[in-house]
């Protein structure tokens, strides 16, 4: 009888133990979640070709300091932000949608409060001032059917010195002319840098000016990129669906 209770008693430590491993582990990973760095996926073509789609990066949370959004499913009932830093012109960003607070989206700092921001003949004005670009390159991407598409590709540098690439992929469209954009305070314009392929604050309907409560933290680095349409389980694709070039690309 005594060994029968040794052996049960046992196997109950060993249980006891694993669920602890897994439960320290569990919150160890909800402390580095919450407040150092959050995994994203790419899901859209808005941010391309800085970001494609299936890429996967690291957002630091840390960065901007920390709001209600920065918990998941924003349980803690405050408002602003504690330990804050403002975003800086260029910056890539995840923000939560203002229209849901909830939708996570992904886009380019352009405006600060207070600023003018203006888009004309597809080119960029901030505070009535063209942002000098460059002409590049044509964007070429080969569609499922083997058919080249092409776009426009110019490089954009800031006021700040920060330079990206853009696409103007269909010259005139609805957001290459619009109205005079002012930023109100504690509030960013954003812009995706497919700029014909972007929702963003261009759309005032549908994301207009992110307040800064919103922001959820900043682009860091690609640590995966996997072709579009490539499920990311598929090991057995990944020799020659994973975008080997684009790992640990800093953004």
């Known amino acids: 009888m005594s060994v029968a209770k040794e052996k049960t008693s046992d196997g109950e430590g060993s249980l006891y133990e694993l669920i602890k491993v897994i439960v320290q582990a569990l919150l160890i990973a909800l402390v580095i979640r919450t407040f150092l760095f959050q995994p994203f996926n790419i899901p859209s073509a808005s941010m391309v070709d800085t970001l494609l789609v299936g890429d996967y990066l690291f957002v630091s949370k840390y960065s901007y300091g920390y709001s209600r959004y920065s918990v ?3 349980f803690i ?3 602003g932000r504690v330990l804050a830093s403002k975003p800086e012109r260029g910056d890539v960003a995840v923000f939560k949608l203002p229209r849901d607070n909830a939708t996570d989206y992904i886009k380019r700092v352009i405006g600060l409060p207070g600023d003018r921001i ?3 003949e597809g080119i960029l004005y901030i505070n009535d001032v063209a942002v000098p670009r460059r ?3 044509d964007y070429v991407e080969v569609g ?5 598409v092409r776009a426009e590709r110019y490089e954009e540098t800031l006021p700040n010195g920060v330079t990206y ?14 109205q005079v954009y002012t930023v109100p305070a504690d509030h960013y314009f954003m812009m995706g840098d497919n ?3 972007s929702t963003d604050s261009r759309s005032q309907s549908g994301v207009g000016y992110v307040p800064f409560e919103n922001f959820v933290g900043r682009a860091e680095v690609i640590f995966f990129s996997i072709g ?3 499920p990311i389980w598929q090991i057995w694709n990944w020799p020659w669906a994973v975008r080997w070039d684009r790992i640990f690309t800093t953004l």
Do not use: I, Y
Request: aromatic share 6%; glycine share 8%; hydrophobic share 25%.
């Open 72 to 74: 998941p499913f924003g």
């Open 77 to 79: 009932p405050m408002s």
């Open 118 to 120: 203006q888009v004309r």
């Open 135 to 137: 002409r590049l390159s």
């Open 144 to 148: 499922a059917n083997g058919r080249e």
């Open 165 to 178: 690439e853009v696409l103007d992929s269909s010259p005139n469209s609805l957001f290459d002319n619009t």
């Open 195 to 197: 700029r014909d392929n």
């Open 228 to 230: 579009e349409g490539t």
